[in-house]
């Protein structure tokens, strides 16, 4: 049987390999979310479709009210009708779809980049000299690291929501007018 080594490291221990993170906050946050892009961008398709949703399902409406009314006797609006209403209900349905859809990759992906942040940062605070443990205090940078898992998630979740919901909202409206 041959000796193990006793200096050896299993490789997710391995600390002698210099870690970098990018220290700008979007070359971070994309550092991050670079094995998951795809489903990162999936997960931005819901937000724009509510907006649009909220927008053109009203203009739908409006399009079935009008046809209703021109129309002579209701069986002449029927098939101006249900073609919109066709279309109301797909909305609807596409959008529900939409919603699962994204649900499942934020629980998905949401724990794993969390978990992948906090272990590259714990990683690279681990290079840092006994000093760096010593004047700042353990529990300190511990702290520091799980807010940040933290606070990089609610990131997405606003530009997920709020920043794109009012950036798209502002496009299908000018796109209407």
């Not at 029927?78 to 919603?99: E, K, R, T």
């Not at 290079?127 to 443990?133: A, D, R, T």
């Not at 940040?148 to 606003?158: G, K, Q």
Request: charge should be positive.
């Amino acid at each position: 049987m041959p000796a193990a080594k006793v200096d050896s490291v299993p490789p997710a221990r391995n600390m002698s390999a210099n870690i970098s993170l990018p220290t700008k906050l979007l070359a971070f946050f994309w550092h991050f979310i670079k094995p998951y892009k795809w489903r990162f961008l999936i997960a931005f398709i819901a937000p724009v479709f509510v907006c649009v949703e909220t927008t053109v399902k009203p203009y739908i409406l409006k399009l079935n009210v009008d046809a209703a009314e021109s129309a002579a006797q209701p069986a002449d609006a029927l098939p101006q009708i249900s073609s919109a209403l066709i279309c109301y209900i797909g909305i609807w349905a596409a959008l529900v779809i939409f919603f699962r859809f994204q649900e499942w990759l934020q629980f998905d992906v949401i724990p794993q980049t969390r978990a992948q942040i906090r272990l590259q940062t714990t990683r690279y605070v681990m290079e840092h000299s006994h000093q760096y443990f010593a004047d700042n205090f353990a529990g300190s940078i511990a702290n520091n690291i799980n807010d940040l898992a933290r606070a990089s998630i609610d990131l997405f979740y606003w530009v997920n929501w709020q920043f794109s919901s009012a950036v798209v909202s502002i496009l299908v409206v000018c796109i209407f007018l």
